[in-house]
């Protein structure tokens, strides 16, 4: 089952596991997913599962917010199938797209911190 990590923000370290359905993400208290970030809309980005050719995908939909919806440092204009390890960037939060599951939201984290490593040099300067 996929999931999102918050990596950055006032809710950092937040973990939500993905069923196999439309899930919002927001301000609004009432979301199932619940940025607190007030650069966030109320109802900021849909993630919608599907099944195509017999494989699961979760597709991204920003909802009309105020300040936009990134992927990777992109701006999204229209719906974007989410691929594993993505960095969605709501406001002043980044949230973690994964497709592992993981058992809790420090293992989690821990994946996210590993990922990081990947991408730094090993020159020191």
Do not use: C, W
Request: net charge neutral; charged share 30%; no cysteine.
């Amino acid at each position: 089952m996929a999931s999102i990590t918050v990596v950055s923000g006032e809710s950092t370290g937040d973990y939500y596991p993905l069923a196999k359905r439309t899930m919002v993400i927001g301000r609004d208290e009432a979301l199932p997913i619940q940025v607190k970030d007030d650069r966030v809309s109320r109802k900021h980005v849909q993630i919608r599962h599907e099944k195509a050719d017999g494989t699961d995908r979760y597709v991204l939909l920003d909802m009309k917010s105020a300040n936009g919806t990134f992927v990777n440092g992109r701006q999204i204009t229209t719906e974007l199938v989410l691929q594993d390890n993505d960095i969605i960037e709501l406001g002043n939060s980044k949230l973690m797209f994964s497709t592992t599951e993981f058992p809790d939201r420090e293992s989690a984290l821990n994946h996210y911190k590993a990922r990081g490593e990947r991408g730094k040099s090993t020159l020191i300067q």
